[in-house]
C-alpha cells in the first residue's frame, strides 16, 4: 500500500529554486534518513512541478507551456487522491498571493485530507480557514521533518513500524 503526500506550494519562474528546494529537502529526507529508509519506497510523493518544463514557467508563475486548465485538472486530481497534503505557504518574497495553493486547500477541506501548513506568513497563518483546513501549522520545513505528526498519519495509513 502506498501513502501518497501531495506537496503544494508557490510556484514561480522568479522564485524556482526556492520552489523546487524544499519539496527536494522533503523528499530527499524521507528517502535519506535512517528511520524511514525501509518503508520510504511506500511513500508517493506528488510535485506539482514534476513533468512540468521548468524553464517555461513564467516569473510571476501564471503561464507556462501547459494549457491552465490542463495543470489545474491534474492538480485537482492529485489533491483528491493524495493521504496527506503538506502546504508550504512562503512566497519567497513574491508579490502574488497563493491563488493556487489556497484552491488546493479547499479542494483538500472539501475531500477531508489531513493538512500540514508550512509557515512564518500571518497573512496565511492566522486567517481562520487555514487554521481550520490545517491539522497542524510549523514555520518550517525542518520544523515539519521534526514533528511527529507526518509519522501519524503514515503510521495510521500503512501501519509502518519505525
Not at 16 to 33: M, T
Not at 73 to 100: E, M
Request: hydrophobic residues 40%; contains cysteine; proline residues 4%.
Amino acid at each position: 500500500m502506498s501513502f501518497n503526500v501531495y506537496l503544494c506550494g508557490y510556484i514561480s519562474g522568479e522564485h524556482l529554486d526556492q520552489c523546487v528546494a524544499w519539496r527536494k529537502q522533503i523528499i530527499d529526507y524521507f528517502k535519506h534518513d535512517p528511520k524511514w529508509y525501509n518503508i520510504s519506497s511506500t511513500i508517493c510523493f506528488i510535485d506539482p512541478l514534476c513533468g512540468k518544463n521548468l524553464k517555461s514557467i513564467s516569473s510571476d508563475g501564471n503561464t507556462s507551456d501547459i494549457p491552465s486548465r490542463a495543470y489545474m485538472l491534474r492538480d485537482y486530481y492529485n489533491v483528491k487522491n493524495a493521504d496527506l497534503i503538506i502546504v508550504n505557504l512562503d512566497t519567497f518574497g513574491g508579490n502574488r498571493p497563493l491563488i493556487g495553493s489556497i484552491y488546493e486547500l479547499a479542494w483538500a477541506w472539501e475531500t477531508h485530507k489531513p493538512v500540514i501548513a508550512i509557515g512564518k506568513n500571518n497573512l496565511y497563518i492566522d486567517h481562520p480557514f487555514i487554521q481550520e483546513t490545517a491539522v497542524i501549522i510549523v514555520p518550517t520545513v525542518e520544523d515539519m521533518l521534526n514533528d511527529s505528526t507526518i509519522t501519524y498519519y503514515f503510521k495510521g495509513a500503512v501501519s509502518a513500524e519505525g
